[in-house]
């Protein structure tokens, strides 16, 4: 366990909690029956309990047991760090979720960074814990004590957001669901570090081309500048990385927004949600594509690698086209009036006119493009395919088309822009960082 079974302060310590850190419940069981105070006992370097040495190795049953004895949960190591911060460190979900069913403190600060457990798993990448610890706060007393706005922005000693963490880490997934969950993706970092920067700055330095897609799509101002004056895009510039600044540069064609403003986003189911998310990263990406031809900078290769050929696959068959773009199967339904879109068309027709500051909520709401009546409510839209085949068809065509209709000149986005001219006249108002020549933290070698 390196700095804590070395030093155990005994023998029948260190057996102990080499039982605890090897998973073997028997014996941690027999040292209990024995002993009950053991679990008083910690290294004597680290201060680490036998709950921290579970948490951190993963070892649920053994935690578990601990935690049947009534031992408190958010007992604290010399760094003041709890078993469910380390816990999150390591990325060890079950028990992250089994500590936080005894109601082990989420918002309890260490003393190197004042980093919560929200921090260190947004640092770490752990997004599986990111999000059992971000609905825990949803229902939990913090939510009443705090806001959960409140904690998915709260800072460190340093004046960093787990948003701030995510991006300068790299970890795109972590910044993702923070920004799903109410990140304010252009505050600004505190007093330490990269003075003024915000998580695209953090991004652009670290040459994430991933989390730069993710913070743009969320609305991330491109045009801010940190207490050095520089633009995210001079960050890039600076750092060499050539693909990141080719995206961030100012003059280039600005990318789709998610349009979270909107009521009915953000009561998507989830299904819905995904189609539309896909589609504006995929329409993203076709920017990207465009922007990058004149750098010598490329993409990654997509996923999928279907040819031409699979358009012909869906002749003859009952599948249901789009009737603006006529391209796109239609895959979005709009409530109540029943329309029917692809996810393309319903993505653009929401992010019109939504350039606005993505704090502002005060937005136009778009309506039905088909009959002028107020969008209610998106569902995924029930297909006409009676079979597996049609079903695989429905797929097949979506993929290969692409190519052709995802970015803003494409059929999708010109077919609708007449519609969302007039729709748009009779809709009515809607509502510091350390360096990066110092060493990163590390999860405790436990």
């Not at 004046?159 to 969950?181: F, S």
């Not at 252009?186 to 570090?193: F, K, L, N, T």
């Not at 329409?283 to 690698?305: D, G, I, M, Q, V």
């Not at 088309?401 to 748009?424: D, M, Q, T």
Request: hydrophobic share 40%.
């Amino acid at each position: 366990m390196g700095q804590g079974l070395s030093c155990a302060s005994a023998s029948h310590d260190h057996d102990f909690f080499a039982a605890v850190q090897g998973g073997d419940l028997g014996a941690v069981e027999s040292s209990l029956t024995a002993n009950p105070y053991i679990l008083s006992r910690t290294t004597i370097y680290d201060r680490l309990s036998a709950l921290h040495i579970a948490a951190a190795n993963g070892r649920v049953e053994v935690l578990s047991a601990i935690l049947d004895r009534s031992v408190d949960p958010d007992v604290v190591n010399r760094s003041k760090q709890t078993p469910l911060m380390l816990a999150a460190m390591h990325g060890k979900l079950a028990c992250v979720q089994k500590l936080l069913e005894a109601e082990a403190n989420i918002l309890m600060f260490d003393s190197l960074n004042r980093r919560t457990c929200l921090h260190h798993a947004a640092y770490f990448g752990r997004s599986d814990c990111l999000r059992v610890i971000l609905s825990s706060a949803q229902t939990a007393p913090i939510s009443d004590s705090w806001g959960f706005a409140r904690f998915v922005n709260v800072r460190d000693g340093n004046g960093a957001t787990p948003l701030h963490l995510a991006a300068r880490q790299r970890q795109a997934d972590c910044v993702h669901i923070l920004l799903d969950n109410g990140a304010l993706v252009s505050s600004i970092a505190g007093g330490y570090g990269y003075l003024g920067s915000t998580p695209l700055h953090l991004a652009a330095r670290n040459g994430s081309l991933d989390c730069i897609r993710e913070l743009l799509a969320w609305g991330a101002d491109r045009l801010q500048r940190d207490s050095s004056g520089r633009i995210p895009y001079l960050v890039a510039l600076k750092r060499g990385h050539q693909a990141c600044a080719a995206l961030l540069n100012p003059s280039a064609a600005e990318p789709l927004v998610w349009p979270a403003p909107l009521k009915f986003i953000s009561e998507l189911d989830p299904d819905a949600k995904a189609l539309l998310e896909a589609a504006l990263m995929e329409a993203n990406r076709e920017r990207e594509k465009k922007l990058l031809k004149a750098t010598s900078c490329s993409l990654p290769s997509p996923t999928h690698s279907d040819t031409d050929a699979d358009e012909n696959t869906t002749e003859g068959s009952d599948i249901e086209l789009c009737d603006i773009c006529f391209d796109q199967v239609c895959t979005i339904e709009v409530q109540e009036c029943g329309h029917k879109m692809c996810a393309h068309c319903m993505l653009a027709l929401c992010c019109h006119n939504n350039k606005q500051n993505p704090m502002n909520l005060c937005i136009s709401s778009p309506t039905c493009p088909f009959c002028r009546s107020s969008i209610i409510r998106l569902v995924v839209a029930k297909t006409k395919a009676k079979d597996k085949e049609d079903k695989d068809a429905i797929s097949k065509l979506s993929r290969s088309k692409r190519h052709r209709n995802l970015s803003e000149g494409s059929s999708s986005y010109k077919g609708l822009s007449s519609a969302i001219e007039s729709s748009a006249k009779t809709s009515c108002a809607a509502g510091c960082l350390p360096d990066s020549n110092v060493n990163v933290d590390k999860p405790l070698d436990i």
